[in-house]
């Protein structure tokens, strides 16, 4: 007996999956046909599949869609007639019916029938979050919202802030939208980080953009009616996206003085300010820190960046910094970042690589770990390259390539042994490294191995026929070593050569864009701004939609912007971006730029 109820069960089981799995298949053809527009056979297959499930509303919705698609309004009326008089609470079934009619051009009794879901929200709020769903979907965006509010009306537990947030930000209205995600954190501060990041959406780096100065009145007017915490933080975010990083260090402040919990989020702060080249404001943060952390690690981080900063602004007693940092804090296994630092500054600052290596050999004997020992490594290497030693290097960054395979420092490990052989023409080994290295998860060095690959593959030698390749790479190499003028001095004299211009260095190819880019960057730096120009210009005229097109115009838009004052041909540029370079990674900046140029207000 026991046998035959097994076998029972076991055989009604395989029926009903199997039912299971053909509704399944027939619900996935039914919204393939739909979404192809193909109402008639989805209706068929829609219409089954209700017929089997009638309380499944996605069922219902789509087959009362499909008929008011192919016109059978007088079907879906029916149907919803059917299903009102069964259950008269499913209040959500009146939306459907108004929109019935307003397909026919029936206002009146299209709002009749939404007035009649919105106010039975009032008996079951239940429904608000469906109705409220529906009205959106069908872009009824007013009753939405309505809906939305009754049923928290009713219902004080029910949360529809965010919704009707979005509904406000896809009608224009930001400053209900803004007041609606604010009052969503207000109840409950779990959606921070959700309201952060559609916030974000609307906000620039713009302070004086017309989103951003309404949403900054409206937490400054939440801050004084209601304080808290999460408005400073929000104020701060705010000012960051802006690059204000003074202004979020005064709310990190603020935040800091009422708690005295954690300096995080201004070291955070500081490394962005430093990141985006804002010494000063890095400086005040980091200063901040040492005048209120008892933690050693953290006062020698902070150190760290203030060494970092008087490097980038080639502060002249930034060597007497770095040696009063050790004298306090002493070289041992907490201080091994500010020795990789220091050997940094001594090789492609001073030109002492010599020095550099002692001070890196020496900080090898105070690691512990691996990725101590890693980071100290890699800076041999690099100071390897700066004088030549490329095999020893290579030795070094394949070491570190082993070891942490899938670390950020193996990534970085093997786009430098892709990078020190391009400097030494070993153009084969490099292409493998890179082919590796264009799905790292790390996006600088992804981007970063795709641009090599691409200037490797597009112009190395073919036959044994010269490219101008291992000069443009020589070029790099002394420009990597410091040596701008011998770097221009390859190139002018790869420009002038005989044999390249008849064999390689084409207008219009690569190699040519790449050489003449490469050497308006160093002209740049040298503030021969006229003679950057000029490099510019002939890529453009030889080939208008190469590959560095988009970022000739940028450099050329933000040399008239930055160094030249020449606001209309900044404009000009920025323009030929906007209308000529549509996919460009600098469209945004670009739009952005051209708007602040012309005056606009936003």
């Given at each position: 007996m026991k046998k035959v109820i097994f076998l029972l069960l076991v055989t009604i089981s395989t029926i009903s999956n199997a039912q299971r799995n053909e509704a399944q298949?027939?619900?996935?053809?039914?919204?393939?046909?739909?979404?192809?527009?193909?109402?008639?056979?989805?209706?068929?297959?829609?219409?089954?599949?209700?017929?089997?499930?009638?309380f499944n509303t996605s069922y219902l919705g789509r087959l009362i869609n499909c008929y008011q698609e192919t016109a059978q309004f007088l079907k879906a009326e029916t149907l919803l007639k059917n299903r009102i008089k069964a259950d008269n609470s499913q209040i959500y079934l009146y939306v459907y019916f108004g929109y019935n009619f307003e397909k026919q051009g029936n206002k009146e009794k299209a709002t009749e029938n939404y007035n009649l879901a919105i106010e039975g929200l009032k008996?079951?709020?239940?429904?608000?979050?469906?109705?409220?769903?529906?009205?959106?979907?069908?872009?009824?965006?007013?009753?939405?919202?309505?809906?939305?509010q009754k049923a928290m009306d009713a219902n004080k537990n029910r949360n529809y802030s965010f919704q009707i947030a979005q509904i406000y930000g896809e009608k224009g209205e930001f400053k209900q939208m803004f007041e609606?995600?604010?009052?969503?954190?207000?109840?409950?501060?779990?959606?921070?980080?959700?309201?952060?990041?559609?916030?974000?959406?609307?906000?620039?780096?713009?302070?004086?953009?017309?989103?951003?100065?309404?949403?900054?009145?409206?937490?400054?007017?939440?801050?004084?009616?209601?304080?808290?915490?999460?408005?400073?933080?929000?104020?701060?975010?705010?000012?960051?996206?802006?690059?204000?990083?003074?202004?979020?260090?005064?709310?990190?402040?603020?935040?800091?003085?009422?708690?005295?919990?954690?300096?995080?989020?201004?070291?955070?702060?500081?490394?962005?300010?430093?990141?985006?080249?804002?010494?000063?404001?890095?400086?005040?943060?980091?200063?901040f820190i040492l005048e209120k952390s008892a933690t050693n690690s953290q006062i020698i981080n902070a150190n760290l960046y203030l060494a970092k900063i008087a490097v980038a602004t080639k502060d002249p007693k930034t060597k007497a910094f770095f040696n009063k940092l050790f004298e306090t804090f002493g070289k041992n296994t907490l201080t091994i970042k500010l020795q990789v630092e220091y050997a940094d500054f001594l090789t492609f600052s001073k030109n002492q690589p010599n020095q550099a290596?002692?001070?890196?050999?020496?900080?090898?004997?105070?690691?512990?770990?691996?990725?101590?020992?890693?980071?100290?490594?890699?800076?041999?290497?690099?100071?390897?390259?700066?004088?030549?030693?490329?095999?020893?290097?290579?030795?070094?960054?394949?070491?570190?390539?082993t070891l942490l395979k899938n670390h950020q420092l193996g990534h970085e490990?093997?786009?430098?042994?892709?990078?020190?052989?391009?400097?030494?023409?070993?153009?084969?080994?490099?292409?493998?490294?890179?082919?590796?290295?264009?799905?790292?998860?790390?996006?600088l060095i992804a981007n970063d191995a795709v641009n090599l690959f691409l200037k490797i593959s597009d112009n190395e030698p073919v036959d044994s026929i010269p490219s101008g390749l291992k000069q443009l790479a020589k070029a790099e190499l002394l420009a990597f070593q410091n040596k701008d003028n011998e770097a221009l001095a390859e190139l002018n004299n790869l420009i002038t050569s005989k044999d390249i211009l008849i064999n390689g260095l084409i207008p219009g190819e690569v190699i040519y864009d790449d050489v003449y880019f490469f050497r308006a960057k160093l002209f740049i730096k040298q503030k021969k701004y006229a003679a950057a120009i000029s490099?510019?210009?002939?890529?453009?005229?030889?080939?208008?939609?190469?590959?560095?097109?988009?970022?000739?115009?940028?450099?050329?838009?933000?040399?008239?912007?930055?160094?030249?004052?020449?606001?209309?041909?900044?404009?000009?540029?920025?323009?030929?971006?906007?209308?000529e370079q549509t996919s460009s990674i600098y469209l945004v900046d670009a739009r952005k730029n051209f708007r602040k140029l012309r005056g606009d207000t936003i």
């Open positions: 298949n027939d619900y996935l053809l039914a919204e393939n046909y739909y979404r192809e527009g193909a109402y008639e056979k989805a209706t068929q297959i829609y219409k089954k599949l209700y017929d089997s499930s009638p008996k079951t709020p239940s429904y608000g979050g469906l109705i409220g769903r529906l009205f959106k979907d069908y872009n009824q965006l007013d009753n939405a919202i309505l809906a939305y609606s995600y604010i009052d969503l954190v207000d109840k409950n501060e779990q959606y921070f980080s959700l309201v952060q990041r559609y916030t974000s959406k609307y906000i620039t780096d713009d302070s004086e953009n017309e989103n951003n100065i309404l949403f900054k009145k409206i937490l400054l007017k939440k801050s004084l009616s209601k304080p808290k915490d999460v408005w400073n933080i929000l104020l701060s975010w705010l000012f960051t996206q802006q690059k204000n990083y003074t202004k979020a260090l005064l709310q990190e402040k603020a935040l800091y003085q009422r708690k005295q919990e954690s300096l995080t989020s201004i070291f955070t702060l500081g490394k962005i300010a430093f990141e985006n080249q804002a010494y000063d404001a890095s400086k005040e943060c980091f200063a290596n002692a001070v890196l050999e020496e900080a090898l004997s105070y690691a512990n770990s691996k990725f101590d020992k890693a980071r100290i490594t890699l800076k041999l290497g690099d100071v390897l390259v700066f004088t030549n030693k490329f095999n020893k290097a290579l030795i070094y960054f394949s070491q570190i390539q490990a093997r786009f430098k042994v892709a990078q020190t052989s391009y400097f030494k023409g070993d153009f084969d080994w490099a292409k493998v490294q890179l082919k590796v290295l264009k799905s790292s998860t790390t996006q490099d510019l210009e002939k890529i453009v005229a030889a080939d208008n939609q190469g590959f560095l097109t988009d970022d000739v115009y940028f450099m050329m838009a933000e040399i008239y912007k930055n160094y030249l004052n020449d606001i209309e041909k900044a404009k000009k540029y920025y323009q030929k971006i906007i209308f």
